[in-house]
Nanobody, 133 residues
């Protein structure tokens, strides 16, 4: 059974960098046709997709967050990380890591994200991050 667990600070000061790690068990983050994503939910708002690192290490990030967001992975630890720079109180949210998979065999990831050929199948429980001084 695949399990994902987020870890990181619960509070970050404005203008600092938020760093979160997702530790995966029960499945490899390099397994073909899977991607490992970060999704957040600000209070009172809908889920917001932030970005993903897919099986071959390619990274896709939401254009609105691209200037402040980086995603990386450590295959030796089966972990992937999120860094969000210059945080503001608007970045206060519950942050989730989640696994997604291709629903159309042999689709490229670019096409999959453009056409919606993917689904989520495993989520971490989420971690609350509050940006406050």
């Amino acid at each position: 059974q695949v399990q994902l667990q987020e870890s990181g600070p619960g509070q970050v000061r404005p203008s600092q960098t938020l760093s979160l790690t997702c530790t995966v068990s029960g499945g490899s983050i390099t397994a073909k046709s899977y991607g490992w994503s970060w999704v957040r939910q600000p209070p009172g708002k809908e889920l917001e997709w932030m970005g993903v690192i897919v099986d071959d290490g390619t990274i896709y990030i939401d254009p609105d967050l691209e200037s402040r967001t980086s995603i990386s992975r450590d295959t030796s630890k089966n972990q992937f990380t999120l860094q969000l720079t210059s945080v503001t109180p608007e970045d206060t949210a519950v942050y989730h890591c989640a696994r997604l998979y291709l629903t159309v065999a042999n689709s490229s990831w670019f096409v999959a994200f453009s056409e919606g050929f993917f689904e989520y199948d495993h989520w971490g429980q989420g971690t609350q991050v509050t940006v406050s001084s």
